[in-house]
């Protein structure tokens, strides 16, 4: 079955260490999306890309850095710069042309916790 | 400026009674329009959507949705609510002629369905 795949679904950070999220589809979707959820709140984005080696940075970059070397892979990494990153991080794929779903698929999310 | 307005944090609805979740938008052009549904420590899940034809649409777990142009508005609805409906509910927006093909997401509506 096609989907998107995030892992780990728990994650313990450190004071000021790097953590890299991962998010894996296999849908052929052209974008890909990183969002933070804070607790009862809405989804902020972080980082967007519509094309490989291409990105953007979204409403809350600061602390964070992206790769986008595969259509298939979209890794986020949670950098030390990042002061408050305990969130629950979820990441999305769509496609750009074409097809009648004109959504958003989700993975299941990772949960960051600092430690 | 694309943007979605959820104007109800929570609603509160007793079983067998029905629901509505309000939402309302703002596109320059014609919208695209979407539900999603988020139960704890899980993805989004795509619920329904508005891309064109009939105004009334059908999607999963029995909700529909309205969409009124003159009112610029897609409320979710339900006849009969159940408590497994209890769940976080989010609206989002895409204008069609949006290169971007980003879409603009409400800040969610908590729906508490009581016994």
């Known amino acids: 079955d096609g989907g998107i795949t995030q892992s780990p679904k728990y994650l313990f950070r450190k004071e000021g260490q790097n953590v890299t999220l991962s998010c894996e589809q296999n849908?052929?979707?052209?974008?890909m999306y990183w969002y933070r959820q804070d607790p009862g709140q809405g989804l902020r984005l972080i980082y967007y890309s519509q094309i490989v080696n291409d990105f953007q940075k979204g409403d809350i970059a600061e602390g964070y850095s992206v790769s986008r070397e595969k259509k298939e892979s979209f890794p986020l990494t949670v950098t030390s710069a990042q002061k408050n990153p305990t969130a629950f991080y979820l990441c999305a794929s769509s496609a750009r042309t074409g097809g009648t779903n004109y959504g958003y698929t989700f993975g299941s999310g990772t949960r960051l916790t600092v430690v | 400026a694309q943007s979605v307005a959820q104007p109800e944090d929570q609603v509160n609805v007793a079983e067998g009674n029905p629901l509505t979740v309000k939402c309302t938008y703002s596109?320059?052009?014609?919208?695209?329009l979407f539900w999603y549904v988020q139960y704890p420590n899980r993805g989004l899940q795509f619920l329904l959507k508005y891309i064109t034809g009939d105004n009334l649409v059908k999607g999963s777990y029995g909700f529909e949705a309205e969409f009124n142009k003159s009112q610029t508005s897609f409320h979710l609805k339900k006849p009969s609510a159940l408590v497994s409906d209890s769940a976080l509910y989010f609206c989002a927006v895409r204008d069609i002629g949006d290169s971007n093909y980003q879409l603009i997401w409400g800040a969610g509506t908590k729906l508490i369905i009581k016994p």
């Open positions: 596109v320059s052009g014609n919208p695209y």
């Open positions: 849908l052929n979707h052209d974008a």
